[in-house]
């Protein structure tokens, strides 16, 4: 296996890390979006490089299934839709983004230790890629709790997507194609679903908070 | 293998037909003909397993055992009743103006997809097709759950599409670590997620690996179970969506998550060689069994309550399937069949008495024995049966689980007693006075569906009454595939 290769996987891996960072202090929305395609782009670029290295050639399909999905797709969808909703200059108001970013890397310290144990038995390349995937993973999730706006949250949610397909090309070289162009078509027909529910919840509430979305509670 | 491509089919067709079919007054119908082809398959694909042994077919990719076959069986029957259920409801919901043509047309086309996940999530042999299958089956039902569009259904959906969505995301990260120590020992042919060859090899699992994926798979799988604390959408989900939904929902969909977990803790339990996953499913098991339990006598909405009571008995049917062995499993796969099918029967009679009613609070719904007496006795019945009172089947498998824990897990007896009768006062102090009383409600516009729940309770009392030999066998021979101990 090239050194070469094994760098720039971990190249990879470490942007995945940082952009899942910077969606978690993005206010805007529109640059929620081109993050989260940036971050497709890394995706598709490791997972292309783990094709390389490795000579799997069904990984070069997923490579660009990845691509057409999360980078053009997905993406374009997003952007169509905060053009039709008229949110597309929304700014969030974030409290406390320092504060933010703390938990975030007490996550990827707590992610690290989780897959320790798990990435001692790793003959794949690169050791540190699961923990990676693990923390991108949580970063996504800590995103959807911290954000009251429907597309941010939906965002975050896709980005959560990103980092388990990382840890599925990283960790194991990629699942049966099968399972992936299960899981592809899954998040696609998913996206669609949740545009047409944004639109039924403005229409409903005239605002895209979900902070009206919290009636529904036990007293 | 033919037989499994209709099963696939004809659902599928289904929902494309009735798509295109449209807005047709005949949908209903249209609707009930492809379920009950559907439950045809089903009992010729059940005959063909019980008289041949297990299938496996499309280069291995499906695979049908005594486990999965009775739940394909009770997910055709159930599907089929609830279907007959829809027809008189949905109509008086639309004569209501709750329902629009557009509306309706998307409600049975997406009723017949979600047959069709559930149906493959089962027979699946591929532990990624199951999640996928799955996720679809979430993908399916979140627009019939917000079909109403009022404020609370859009809420109920929003939640169920995230926190199933999260949830289930966490189970996906549980099965690329379950293909990553299954790849070591299969190697990457393609094979390695495939259950059957998962199921050869458990032995030589990475124990560390499995430990750390069944935890992600059981919250992932457990959040649509509804076990507390990842229940928060179920109680939602059931009472703003249509009723039909909420049978299908607590009867079926409960059960299906509930069976990955089970087949996940099989592999887990042969890799690890202890009691690791067995122990976490009873904890998760008693803790919705408790707090469900006090939750229950809180409710104001009838849906909302029943909803609760079925996190109560995937509680008690996940602690059941936790302890392992022959007679927990077995009455594990008793308490399946027997709570979908009297919680189905619930939801179909709750379902015309609030319509009755115009209502879903519990204080507005009075006196159905006088209006209606068969959905007064349907709704009475049906509360007796799943509140376990003998001779209907509930008391027999919650008699056997109980005696279990005795046995096995004596420190857990009285948790479960107590629960349980909380969960009586509960119901009950909340139904009588609902079927008996004084009413001044109206007829229904349409003639309401009492067979099925009739039906249902009656194969519940039979249940708890004699199980048939055959039928006892087959448990047996499912509850021998889980194994535990």
């Known amino acids: 296996m090239s050194p070469l290769g094994i760098q720039l996987v971990n190249l990879f891996a470490?942007?995945?890390?940082?952009?899942a960072f910077a969606m978690l202090s993005q206010r805007r929305i529109v640059a929620l979006i081109n993050l989260f395609a940036l971050q497709g782009l890394a995706l598709a670029a490791s997972t292309a490089t783990v094709a390389w290295v490795t000579g799997?050639?069904?990984?070069?399909?997923?490579?660009?299934?990845?691509?057409?999905?999360?980078?053009?797709?997905?993406?374009?969808?997003?952007?169509?839709?905060?053009?039709?909703?008229?949110?597309?200059?929304?700014?969030?108001?974030?409290?406390?983004?320092?504060?933010?970013?703390?938990?975030?890397?007490?996550?990827?310290?707590?992610?690290?230790?989780?897959?320790?144990?798990?990435?001692?038995?790793?003959?794949?390349?690169?050791?540190?890629?699961?923990?990676?995937?693990?923390?991108?993973?949580?970063?996504?999730?800590?995103?959807m709790i911290t954000r009251s706006k429907a597309v941010p949250q939906v965002i975050g949610f896709l980005a959560m997507e990103n980092g388990l397909f990382f840890a599925a090309t990283s960790a194991t070289y990629g699942m049966p194609m099968v399972v992936e162009?299960?899981?592809?078509?899954?998040?696609?027909?998913?996206?669609?679903?949740?545009?047409?529910?944004?639109?039924?919840?403005?229409?409903?509430?005239?605002?895209?908070?979900?902070?009206?979305?919290?009636?529904?509670?036990?007293? | 293998m033919d037989v499994l491509v209709l099963l696939f089919a004809i659902p599928l067709a289904g929902g494309a037909f009735l798509w295109a079919w449209g807005e047709r007054d005949s949908a209903p119908e249209v609707n009930c003909l492809f379920s009950f082809a559907t439950l045809c398959v089903a009992a010729w694909l059940t005959a063909m397993v019980v008289e041949d042994g297990p299938i496996l077919g499309f280069y291995e990719q499906f695979f049908v055992d005594p486990l999965n076959v009775f739940l394909?069986?009770?997910?055709?029957?159930?599907?089929?009743?609830?279907?007959?259920?829809?027809?008189?409801?949905?109509?008086?919901?639309?004569?209501?103006?709750?329902?629009?043509?557009?509306?309706?047309?998307?409600?049975?086309?997406?009723?017949?997809?979600?047959?069709?996940?559930?149906?493959?999530?089962?027979?699946?042999?591929?532990?990624?097709?199951?999640?996928?299958?799955?996720?679809?089956?979430?993908?399916?039902?979140?627009?019939?759950?917000?079909?109403?569009?009022?404020?609370?259904?859009?809420?109920?959906?929003?939640?169920?599409?995230?926190?199933?969505?999260?949830?289930?995301?966490?189970?996906?990260?549980?099965?690329?670590l379950l293909y990553f120590a299954a790849e070591r020992v299969l190697g990457r042919e393609g094979n390695a997620l495939l259950w059957t060859h998962l199921d050869l090899v458990?032995?030589?699992?990475?124990?560390?690996?499995l430990s750390l994926a069944f935890v992600f798979l059981l919250v992932g799988y457990g959040t649509k179970v509804g076990l507390v604390p990842l229940h928060n959408w179920l109680p939602d989900a059931h009472a703003e969506g249509p009723t039909p939904i909420s049978a299908v929902l607590s009867g079926l969909l409960l059960n299906v998550a509930l069976y990955s977990v089970i087949r996940c803790k099989v592999?887990?339990?042969?890799?690890?060689?202890?009691?690791?996953?067995?122990?976490?499913?009873?904890?998760?098991?008693?803790?919705?069994?408790?707090?469900?339990?006090?939750?229950?006598?809180?409710?104001r909405d009838i849906?909302?309550?029943?909803?609760?009571?079925?996190?109560?008995?995937?509680?008690?049917?996940?602690?059941?399937?936790?302890?392992?062995?022959?007679?927990?499993?077995?009455?594990?796969?008793?308490?399946?069949?027997?709570?979908?099918?009297?919680?189905?029967?619930?939801?179909?009679?709750?379902?015309?008495?609030?319509?009755?009613?115009?209502?879903?609070?519990?204080?507005?719904?009075?006196?159905?024995?006088?209006?209606?007496?068969?959905?007064?006795?349907?709704?009475?019945?049906?509360?007796?049966?799943?509140?376990?009172?003998?001779?209907?089947?509930?008391?027999?498998?919650?008699?056997?689980?109980?005696?279990?824990?005795?046995?096995?897990?004596?420190?857990?007896?009285?948790?479960?007693?107590?629960?349980?009768?909380?969960?009586?006062?509960?119901?009950f102090r909340r139904v009588q006075p609902m079927v008996f009383g004084e009413t001044t409600a109206k007829r229904l516009p349409h003639p309401p569906a009492l067979i099925p729940v009739f039906a249902h309770l009656g194969i519940v009392l039979l249940l708890g009454v004699y199980v048939p030999p055959y039928l006892a066998d087959w448990y047996r021979a499912a509850a021998r595939l889980i194994g535990g101990q």
């Open chain 2, 267 to 299: 592999l887990t339990d042969g890799a690890l060689g202890s009691r690791f996953a067995g122990n976490m499913m009873m904890g998760f098991g008693l803790l919705s069994v408790v707090v469900a339990a006090f939750f229950l006598s809180r409710q």
């Open chain 2, 72 to 176: 394909v069986a009770l997910t055709a029957f159930v599907g089929f009743t609830t279907s007959l259920f829809s027809r008189p409801y949905m109509r008086t919901e639309r004569d209501k103006g709750r329902m629009t043509a557009p509306r309706l047309r998307l409600y049975h086309s997406m009723y017949q997809v979600f047959m069709f996940t559930m149906l493959l999530a089962l027979t699946t042999n591929n532990m990624g097709i199951l999640w996928v299958a799955m996720e679809a089956a979430t993908l399916a039902t979140v627009l019939l759950v917000s079909v109403y569009r009022t404020a609370a259904a859009l809420e109920a959906a929003w939640k169920y599409f995230i926190l199933c969505g999260v949830g289930i995301a966490q189970a996906l990260f549980g099965t690329i």
């Open chain 2, 303 to 427: 849906k909302r309550m029943f909803a609760y009571s079925s996190i109560e008995h995937m509680g008690l049917m996940t602690f059941a399937f936790g302890m392992g062995g022959p007679i927990a499993n077995f009455a594990g796969l008793l308490h399946m069949t027997v709570h979908s099918l009297v919680k189905s029967a619930i939801f179909f009679a709750v379902g015309h008495a609030a319509q009755k009613a115009g209502t879903q609070v519990m204080e507005d719904i009075r006196g159905l024995l006088k209006v209606n007496p068969r959905i007064g006795w349907g709704l009475m019945l049906g509360t007796l049966a799943i509140l376990g009172m003998p001779p209907f089947g509930v008391f027999a498998s919650e008699f056997l689980i109980l005696t279990t824990a005795m046995r096995e897990q004596p420190w857990a007896t009285p948790v479960l007693l107590t629960a349980l009768g909380v969960a009586f006062a509960a119901i």
């Open chain 1, 56 to 143: 799997q050639q069904h990984l070069y399909y997923s490579a660009g299934i990845t691509f057409a999905l999360k980078v053009v797709a997905l993406p374009y969808i997003l952007h169509r839709l905060i053009r039709r909703l008229n949110v597309k200059w929304d700014i969030e108001t974030l409290l406390n983004i320092p504060t933010l970013m703390l938990v975030g890397i007490a996550l990827v310290i707590f992610a690290f230790n989780l897959a320790i144990p798990i990435s001692e038995f790793s003959r794949s390349m690169a050791r540190g890629t699961l923990g990676i995937a693990l923390a991108c993973v949580l970063l996504s999730f800590l995103m």
């Open chain 2, 202 to 209: 458990k032995g030589q699992l990475q124990p560390a690996i």
């Open chain 1, 14 to 19: 470490a942007t995945l890390l940082l952009i």
């Open chain 1, 181 to 219: 162009l299960g899981i592809a078509l899954d998040v696609l027909v998913g996206m669609v679903i949740l545009g047409v529910f944004l639109f039924q919840i403005r229409e409903q509430f005239d605002s895209l908070d979900i902070r009206h979305l919290e009636t529904l509670k036990e007293d």
